[in-house]
């Protein structure tokens, strides 16, 4: 199976901040990995697809890099209704592994 | 955008099967993967398995062999049963479409306890 990681596990930003979220894969999974929003008592959501693909009606100030490994998710400028736990998850192959999670607070 | 709507059994004894169920609204389920994912009280994700319109099923080996993902085109809807549940399976339960979890529905707890 491919483990993968996320750091860190909490964030805690002042509205307006600049976040990052970093994911690790295991091994490689070129591409395939994908970002996904929880807010508290919600289904997840789908954010970014294909590693750097926003997926429809997501707002602009969240973008997503990275191949192989490493990949990141960033959120430009903070806001209220950012906070969420942030998991990552790899579609390269079965089982289809999520990251742990990260939890993103307002400071 | 694809609407899921879950339902199944909330409460079930040690032993016992789980027994879940998604309706999609899409006009016709035959190009999608579909997907089940769990998520124990204040964990994270846990993916279950999915299923090919056309059949094919991959599963999560932790659920060693007790689940059965299936699929009905005919009603747009897809169906999970896992057997011998224990308390290691009190979850919330979500249904999704796609490898790529396009969309999500509304979740269903299911609490395993004697």
């Known amino acids: 199976d491919i483990q993968m990681t996320q750091s860190p596990s909490t964030l805690s930003a002042s509205v307006g901040d600049g976040v990052a979220v970093t994911c690790r894969a295991s091994q490689s999974i070129s591409i395939f990995l994908n970002w996904y929003q929880q807010k508290p008592g919600e289904a997840p959501k789908l954010l970014i697809h294909?590693?750097?693909t926003l997926q429809t009606g997501v707002p602009s100030r969240f973008s997503a890099s990275g191949s192989g490994t490493d990949f990141t998710l960033t959120i430009s400028s903070l806001q209220v209704e950012d906070i969420a736990t942030y998991y990552c998850?790899?579609?390269?192959?079965?089982?289809?592994?999520f990251g742990p999670g990260t939890r993103v607070e307002i400071k | 955008q694809v609407q899921l709507q879950q339902w199944g059994a909330g409460l079930l004894k040690p032993s016992e099967t789980l027994s879940l169920t998604c309706a999609v609204n899409a006009e016709s389920s035959s190009k999608y993967y579909w997907t089940w994912i769990r998520q124990p009280p204040g964990k994270g994700l846990e993916w279950v398995g999915e299923i090919m319109y056309d059949g094919t099923t991959n599963y999560n080996p932790s659920l060693k062999g007790r689940g059965t993902i299936s699929v009905d085109t005919s009603k747009n809807q897809f169906s999970l049963r896992l057997t011998s549940v224990t308390a290691a399976d009190t979850a919330i339960y979500y249904c999704?479409?796609?490898?790529?979890?396009?969309?999500w529905g509304q979740g269903t707890l299911v609490t395993v306890s004697s």
């Open positions: 999704a479409n796609g490898v790529v979890l396009w969309d």
């Open positions: 998850q790899q579609t390269y192959s079965t089982p289809r592994t």
């Open positions: 294909g590693a750097t």
